[in-house]
């Protein structure tokens, strides 16, 4: 039987194929490579094309040995050749292989000295970081010797024209008080429907447990300002439920923070003994704020801040036993209280800017005079726990004041009296009357809310428990409209009929 034999190699094909339009047999794989680059026949040079080619169904060809398998030792000679091959082979793969070992090693050495070396900058950034707050410090504190003027480190005191000024706005402010009228202040039955409105958990850092202080802009709800163990201050918009800034600078917790009510300013307060002014670069409060002051006047923690009426100056207490006012324009000190009886861990204006009160450790609450040599006016006594937090009426005739040992007491100023005492689950954290004096929220292990039932007596009008951690911080928005509260549990919660 004749063997079938490819027209273009000569040989017999694997698996060929019969093209009757040229009579030929191909290999399959020859003749479209052929059809591919030429498009005919390369042995009649007819144009072809691969649907001219039919399969041919043919036995299995089993090609011939080579001349050298042919015989035993031909064999033994072909198995040596490829086990010589195989060897070979093998060797160079040994000796890729301990070469990339020796790389991976290499590597590995390399990345392990990198990151002792990185812990080590880390730690010697730290340490000029502690060295740098250090001589901040001293510089600070340290009082210099060559004159009586730099003795007071540039106070420049409460001049006849800054009295002047005061006592000009609360003069005007007192003629308005009792026609005062608040059309769209909300109803006590608006505020008993009060739910939380929005919650917000992300805004500080979680690694650094909660959230200190909260305060509302007095005239727009929607911005809202807080710091928190982060040592930041954020700036945040309620009606987009949004973070918008974040003002970093503090080295430690943010104890206090304020808006300024005519100006796009923050100021806060920290446990590193400053304070700090930041104003908005733009007309857009939204836009980044900058440091313009640091206020390097107390030597431990400044525990709150106040605003005056008049909006140009500040108010710092600190738990280094005083208290100080300052020019927001210049940040520098106007007058300084200090090396006085006790530490304050809470201080605030009056609505008329002229007296003073200020929480202390030694379970007090005292009124100084602003205008008259801030002279002690009165003195508060009746709590048993240090005062944490106090809050003024609006219309500046009542004081609250609450104490470590979940004590709030209603103060009359007129008198002086104590007109009401309340107890509240867990430490007083933080009281705040809104604007109109109505209304007054108190943070413990939950918010509460009360409301005058009388002229001299508080009832409650309603309380929250969505926080799962002592309530820290609370503020009223405009026409007591909204109430914002913050928590060590890391969030901010808004809360609205």
């Not at 691969?50 to 299995?60: G, I, P, S």
């Not at 420049?156 to 003629?175: D, F, N, V």
């Not at 209603?410 to 009357?433: A, H, I, M, Y």
């Not at 001299?456 to 929250?464: K, N, Y």
Request: hydrophobic letters at 35%; charged letters at 20%; proline letters at 3%.
């Amino acid at each position: 039987m004749s063997t079938l034999v490819c027209a273009i190699s000569g040989v017999a094909p694997e698996e060929p194929v019969f093209a009757p339009k040229t009579g030929q047999i191909y290999e399959k794989r020859l003749i479209e490579k052929q059809i591919q680059e030429t498009g005919q026949c390369p042995v009649t040079k007819e144009e072809l094309h691969e649907d001219d080619l039919c399969d041919m169904k043919v036995n299995k060809v089993v090609k011939p040995r080579p001349a050298s398998a042919t015989s035993i030792p031909g064999m033994l000679t072909l198995l040596q050749s490829e086990w010589d091959a195989l060897m070979s082979e093998t060797y160079e793969l040994k000796t890729n292989l301990d070469t990339t070992r020796k790389q991976l090693s290499h590597a590995l050495y390399q990345h392990d000295a990198a990151c002792r070396v990185i812990a080590r900058l880390l730690r010697e950034r730290d340490a000029a970081r502690a060295q740098v707050t250090t001589l901040q410090d001293q510089l600070s504190n340290s009082v210099p010797t060559n004159g009586s003027v730099e003795i007071h480190e540039g106070e420049t005191g409460l001049s006849a024209q800054i009295i002047q000024r005061m006592e000009e706005l609360a003069q005007s402010l007192a003629k308005t008080r009792k026609q005062r009228k608040f059309p769209d202040l909300s109803p006590i039955e608006e505020v008993k429907r009060f739910k939380c409105a929005q919650s917000q958990n992300a805004f500080h850092h979680k690694t650094a447990a909660g959230v200190l202080c909260v305060d509302v802009h007095k005239a727009d709800p929607n911005r809202i300002v807080s710091g928190g163990v982060d040592c930041q201050v954020v700036l945040y918009n309620a009606q987009k439920q949004k973070k918008m800034q974040t003002m970093v600078g503090h080295s430690k917790k943010v104890t206090a923070v304020k808006l300024h009510g005519d100006k796009d300013v923050v100021v806060s307060a920290s446990q590193d003994a400053t304070a700090k002014v930041w104003t908005c670069g733009s007309a857009d409060w939204t836009s980044p704020y900058t440091c313009l002051h640091t206020i390097h006047k107390h030597r431990a923690e400044v525990t709150d801040l106040s605003i005056h009426p008049l909006g140009d100056y500040l108010l710092t207490a600190s738990l280094d036993k005083s208290w100080a006012i300052h020019d927001f324009a210049t940040g520098r000190c106007v007058r300084h209280m200090k090396d006085l009886d006790s530490a304050f861990p809470c201080m605030s204006f009056h609505p008329d800017g002229l007296i003073v009160a200020g929480g202390t450790e030694d379970k007090s609450v005292i009124i100084w005079d602003v205008k008259n040599e801030q002279a002690t006016v009165a003195t508060l006594q009746g709590h048993e726990s240090a005062v944490q937090t106090l809050s003024f009426s609006g219309n500046g005739y009542y004081l609250a004041s609450g104490s470590r040992d979940g004590v709030v007491k209603l103060w009359d100023l007129r008198k002086p009296v104590n007109l009401q005492t309340l107890q509240v689950e867990g430490g007083v954290s933080s009281v705040c009357f809104d604007a109109t004096g109505q209304y007054l929220a108190v943070a413990s292990n939950i918010v509460q809310v009360f409301n005058f039932e009388t002229k001299t007596s508080l009832t409650e009008t309603v309380s929250f428990k969505d926080h799962t951690d002592a309530v820290t911080g609370l503020s009223w928005g405009p026409n007591a409209k909204t109430l914002a509260s913050v928590s060590m549990d890391h969030s901010l919660k808004v809360y609205s009929a």
